[in-house]
């Protein structure tokens, strides 16, 4: 304890101390903390009020209880700690998640059509043209369109929705492997993450019963575009997964859609009919992640409550950001390119994934811009991968009960360096060959 800083005379000095440690780095993600028994004993304070700042401390997402294995630090506890380190310069960074830049539509003219007198308070929070086109595109493709609003992205869209509704200690239902920053986000809530196993076609029926079962509140899925698997949800999976769904029509049901036209596979939708839910449509992987701007659709009373909650915070997303994105959705040559941007990814995903069947490796990647691949070892994997110059991410971080395997962004992966990523990793799975090529 001493060795941490953890001290104080009451609740709230133990949960700044605590906090402080992590802030400061003397206490790392993963690192167990004292029994509440022990520290009660070690601090000379009573157990109840111990518990009491583990309860705050997991209430915030600083800390979280792993059952027999005591009380930890949470994978990322939302507080400034030094950001993930960027892949050394002399490797090739196949571990980000992001869109190929030269499959993003240029800003520039699209900047140059902007209005130029200063946008002020007292606007309107969403430009009608904006969502005029947002509307359009979600019945041109079959989906729900409810009431739209606009968010900052598709992460922050997720979270408003799930304060919209849910309070901490409420279970989210969240896919399994599935996207580290929402098992993140929905820690740092204060929420518990029941998983639902997946496979290529999204999250399984009977396995989503099961956590339904477990008594949800909420269901976060990626209906296409998964990551980190690539799954995406058919007409066939949707009618399965809508019809158990229908069985507890007071869960909220998420949908992110944060590749959108750039996915590669078309969007089907939980929602249709159902008393809450949310539809997020993001423009991070088509029109690029800085744009930071996401649609909300979603029943009359979420995105009453997502609104106006916004109006009473950041009022709502820039203008700016708004108008450049409504510019460019009105721009015919954007679709192209998107259509192209959507055709390219699923080429390069393709060529990943046959390179690695000729060495006998099984990977997923059926829409998005990742390729998963299952391996006995993540480390070793993404080790010998880094020797051989390549960065990729450990799927550590992406699972909850599923088993190991490593995360490949094909997104700007030429077909050629497909083969060598495929030899280098087969290499690391088969010493023999290793050892014969070394
Ligand atoms: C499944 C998923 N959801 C959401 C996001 C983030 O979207 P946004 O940038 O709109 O918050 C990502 C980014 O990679 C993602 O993979």
Redesign the pocket.
């Known amino acids: 304890m001493a060795q941490y800083g953890i001290h104080g005379s009451g609740a709230s000095d133990v949960v700044t101390s605590v906090e402080t440690a992590i802030r400061e780095g003397r206490l790392a993600a993963g690192a167990p903390l004292p029994t509440v028994r022990a520290l009660a004993r070690g601090l000379g304070l009573s157990p109840t009020t111990i518990a009491a700042a583990y309860r705050a401390l997991r209430v915030r997402g600083l800390v979280h209880a792993q059952g027999r294995r005591g009380t930890r630090i949470s994978p990322r506890p939302p507080l400034p700690i030094r950001p993930l380190a960027p892949a050394p310069a002399h490797l090739r960074d196949l571990s980000r998640?992001n869109p190929d830049p030269a499959l993003v539509p240029s800003l520039r003219p699209a900047l140059a059509r902007l209005a130029r007198h200063p946008g002020l308070y007292g606007e309107p929070a969403n430009r009608p043209e904006l969502l005029a086109l947002a509307g359009r595109q979600l019945t041109r493709e079959g989906l729900p369109r409810g009431v739209l609003t606009v968010v900052g992205?598709?992460?922050?869209g997720i979270e408003r929705v799930l304060q919209a509704h849910l309070r901490p200690g409420d279970r989210v239902a969240l896919e399994d492997p599935g996207?580290v920053?929402v098992f993140d986000l929905v820690a740092a809530l204060g929420l518990v993450a029941e998983p639902v196993a997946i496979d290529d076609g999204g999250p399984r029926p009977e396995d989503l019963t099961r956590a339904l079962r477990a008594g949800v509140e909420a269901f976060v899925i990626?209906p296409r575009a998964q990551?980190p698997t690539g799954a995406s949800v058919d007409a066939s999976r949707a009618r399965q997964l809508r019809a158990v769904l229908a069985r507890q029509p007071g869960v909220l049901v998420i949908e992110?859609d944060?590749a959108g036209p750039v996915a590669g596979a078309p969007a089907f939708s939980l929602c249709h009919g159902r008393e809450r839910w949310a539809l997020v449509r993001?423009v991070?992987k088509s029109l690029g992640?800085d744009l930071r701007l996401?649609i909300l659709a979603g029943d009359p009373t979420t995105v009453a409550r997502v609104e106006g909650r916004q109006s009473v915070g950041t009022g709502w997303v820039s203008h700016l950001l708004q108008d450049l994105v409504t510019t460019l959705w009105s721009d015919p040559a954007t679709d192209a390119l998107l259509r192209r941007a959507a055709e390219t990814y699923a080429t390069r995903r393709g060529a990943l994934v046959r390179a690695l069947a000729t060495h006998g490796i099984a990977a997923h990647a059926g829409s998005g811009l990742n390729v998963w691949i299952p391996v006995p070892e993540e480390a070793t994997v993404v080790a010998a991968l880094a020797e051989a110059g390549w960065a990729v991410r450990a799927g550590e971080r992406y699972r909850l009960r599923s088993g190991p395997a490593v995360r490949v962004t094909a997104a700007a992966l030429a077909p050629r360096d497909a083969e060598r990523v495929a030899a280098a990793l087969a290499r690391s799975l088969c010493p023999e060959r290793r050892r014969a090529s070394a």
């Open positions: 998640g992205g598709a992460l922050d996207y920053a990626t990551n992110d944060h993001s991070s992640p996401a």
